[in-house]
């Protein structure tokens, strides 16, 4: 167990839905991360938000947005979906967001959300 | 981009013998990380390097930082039935601003055979 909670473990909705996918860091992790997972494309960078800003952002899509909150839990809204959206969507928490030892870019992943759009 | 070319893509083996996989970028990186994903679940961090030329063991895994910061091997002695997977190496980028990010290579799915 990483310490890195997501829900919901599966999501199965409608093209042209918006869903929510939400995510809680390990305890004392500043930072959150969101990847995306797919057959054809591998694990793939979404955004990084480090104590309630946004950081980087990766190649998330326009119709994607994500925020982390005061408690530092995060959430990724995902709208208008399409069928090309179903994949496994997982957070990521590491310690670091500014300069520190190298350890703390270390990031630990939680069990992922399953997305189907149908 | 960051890419990561990650070699083999699948590997089948038998139960006892020796594994290696590597990664090779264009980018320097300044940590290189290994991951294991099962079916179902979140990648699991195995090993983690920060320096060039770094060798580390986690058991029966040893992975190392190459020397140009542009590689790094994951070798698995004495495979055993439950190192079936999904190996993963990923690069760490500390960006402008404090952003980070990880870039993965496509991965080495592990078959053993018992």
């Known amino acids: 167990d990483s310490g890195v909670t997501q829900t919901p473990k599966h999501l199965i909705t409608a093209t042209g839905q918006r869903v929510t996918l939400r995510c809680s860091p390990r305890?004392?992790?500043?930072?959150v991360y969101w990847y995306q997972q797919s057959l054809d494309q591998g694990l793939q960078f979404l955004i990084h938000y480090y104590n309630g800003e946004e950081r980087a952002k990766g190649n998330i899509l326009e119709r994607f947005s994500a925020q982390q909150f005061p408690d530092l839990h995060s959430e990724l809204n995902l709208s208008s979906l399409e069928l090309g959206d179903s994949a496994l969507y997982f957070c990521?928490?590491?310690?670091?967001?500014?300069?520190?030892?190298?350890?703390?870019?270390?990031?630990?992943f939680g069990p992922g959300t399953r997305l189907t759009v149908l | 981009g960051q890419q990561l070319n990650q070699s083999p893509q699948s590997m089948f083996i038998q139960e006892g013998e020796d594994v290696s996989m590597n990664c090779t970028s264009s980018s320097i990186f300044n940590t290189w990380l290994w991951y294991k994903q099962e079916p179902g679940e979140g990648p699991v961090l195995l090993i983690a390097l920060y320096k060039a030329g770094e060798l580390t063991s986690n058991g029966r895994l040893t992975a190392q930082f190459g020397i140009t910061r542009k590689d790094s091997f994951l070798n698995i002695s004495a495979s055993i039935p439950s190192d079936v997977g999904i190996y993963f190496c990923a690069g760490h980028l500390g960006l402008r601003g404090g952003a980070q990010k990880l870039v993965f290579g496509q991965g080495t799915r592990l078959t053993i055979n018992p």
């Open positions: 305890s004392g992790d500043l930072s």
């Open positions: 990521a928490s590491s310690v670091a967001g500014t300069s520190g030892r190298p350890s703390y870019n270390e990031q630990f």
